[in-house]
């Protein structure tokens, strides 16, 4: 892929296709902020960008997101619409089933900010392995995107998605090539820690995930600037519907599981786990452990590959 002729038939194509006023969703991540920044340059003031806190973001993610996007010349928009998140998935377990809900629920954010300022069209960083993974046709369902199998049949907007046909290895060239901030982020799912809480992502258990994110993050990020370890490529915390037997103090403790993700991958579709050196794993268990000793007693850590392992959990 040439970066140069990609983003200038896009921004062409754009431009034909696009006659009025656009919303575009955006997560901070490299997708949504590289399809930003193509419309943005095709249409101009008629694109207003829209970043939902659906509750289930990392720690200060609404306020990064909010500053990477202080720089675009955009009507950017943040909806706190953690509430109706919450409340819609109350008693939810079923991966597949909260990630339609999740998808549904944004759908409704954008149709609300679309009638305020009058957007006919809805554009997505969606990329190849969101409709891959998300099935159709002859291919299985791996797990359904929010971005689209939570998508209604009925969106009441005209769909545009110019980075459909690509691979994450190719919009991150994109990204470096509009010498965008957000070129190496690593990903982050849409439904958020919603799919990093197995069970019920009740507020409650968000609580503990999101935590425990920070942490695994604050440590790996730590450790690769000391020159310990390479960055991978994706790198998180996910909570367990498994309580174990501990000791905090000299006390029993009947505390929650966490367990910690890091993987290396191009674009996605494969994966292989990361070789985390032990005195780092040792002081991410140990933080976690200490900073959430009363509600987390042990911490795992998950070597398996993609395939036969998701990168993320749900």
């Not at 200038?8 to 949504?32: F, M, Y």
């Not at 009947?254 to 367990?259: A, M």
């Amino acid at each position: 892929m040439d970066p140069a002729k990609f983003v200038e038939d896009s921004i062409k194509e754009l431009r034909e296709t696009i006659d009025g006023k656009a919303i575009i969703a955006i997560s901070g991540g490299v997708d949504s902020s590289v399809a930003a920044a193509i419309t943005s340059q095709a249409i101009g003031d008629r694109l207003t960008g829209v970043f939902v806190d659906t509750g289930y973001m990392r720690k200060n993610e609404a306020e990064e997101v909010r500053e990477i996007f202080s720089e675009y010349d955009l009507d950017f928009r943040i909806v706190d619409a953690s509430d109706d998140f919450y409340e819609s998935l109350s008693g939810v377990t079923d991966p597949e089933r909260k990630r339609k809900i999740i998808g549904a629920k944004f759908i409704d954010v954008f149709r609300e900010v679309a009638a305020e300022v009058g957007a006919e069209y809805l554009i997505q960083g969606t990329i190849a392995p969101d409709w891959i993974e998300s099935g159709g046709e002859l291919r299985d369902t791996i797990k359904s995107h929010h971005n689209v199998g939570g998508l209604p049949k009925k969106l009441g907007m005209k769909l545009v998605e110019p980075l459909r046909d690509l691979y994450k290895d190719e919009v991150r060239e994109l990204a470096r090539y509009l010498k965008l901030n957000v070129a190496e982020r690593q990903p982050f799912p849409g439904p958020g820690l919603a799919i990093r809480v197995i069970g019920e992502a009740s507020p409650e258990r968000v609580a503990i995930v999101r935590e425990a994110n920070y942490i695994a993050e604050q440590e790996i990020e730590r450790a690769v600037e000391e020159g310990k370890m390479s960055m991978p490529w994706q790198y998180f915390a996910v909570l367990l519907p498994v309580k174990t037997v501990g000791v905090h103090g000299d006390l029993r403790a009947y505390g929650e599981t966490i367990v910690v993700r890091a993987v290396e991958s191009m674009d996605a579709m494969s994966a292989t786990y990361s070789r985390i050196p032990h005195e780092v794993l040792d002081r991410i268990s140990r933080r976690i452990t200490n900073e959430l000793g009363d509600r987390v007693n042990r911490v795992v850590y998950d070597i398996t590959n993609k395939p036969p392992g998701t990168i993320e959990w749900e």
